[in-house]
């Protein structure tokens, strides 16, 4: 009976929806836009929260672009956004962002890639963007890469 109760917990805990490894979910955190090539060749991350700075993203990711992509409408009074830039990236991956740490002053969002059953042969090479947006706060944003 004790193995039995045991067995029922062990698989409760591997069924939840736990999204990373490495820090709690973000129930907060929208994907608003994502392509996959975003012109940026290294891995960059951001935090936006005007309507400006938004704009200057979009304008460098359309440079090569005709016509470019729409830039999202974000109420910047209540919303943040987060962009991830993974670089040049071989492979399909996507990134999971995950919350590590929160303070009264900070938040540490991890960003750990997805890894998709292997594909033989050819892997396309892509520079792809993750646009997310999630409440507004006055919180100081830092992102830390984890397991890559």
Request: proline letters at 5%; hydrophobic letters at 40%; charged letters at 20%.
């Amino acid at each position: 009976m004790k193995y039995a109760l045991s067995l029922l917990m062990l698989i409760g805990l591997l069924s939840c929806k736990a999204q990373s490894l490495y820090g709690e979910k973000m129930e907060d955190l929208v994907l608003v836009a994502h392509d996959g090539y975003s012109g940026i060749s290294e891995y960059e991350t951001m935090v936006i929260q005007d309507t400006k700075s938004l704009n200057k993203f979009y304008a460098q990711i359309n440079k090569t672009r005709k016509p470019g992509l729409p830039v999202p409408i974000i109420d910047f009074s209540t919303e943040t956004v987060l962009v991830v830039c993974l670089g040049e990236l071989q492979g399909e991956k996507n990134p999971m962002l995950s919350r590590i740490q929160q303070t009264e002053d900070e938040l540490l969002v991890a960003i750990e890639l997805s890894n998709p059953a292997k594909e033989e042969g050819f892997q396309a090479v892509s520079h792809p963007f993750y646009l997310y947006k999630m409440p507004r706060t006055p919180k100081e944003i830092h992102f830390q890469k984890v397991g890559w």
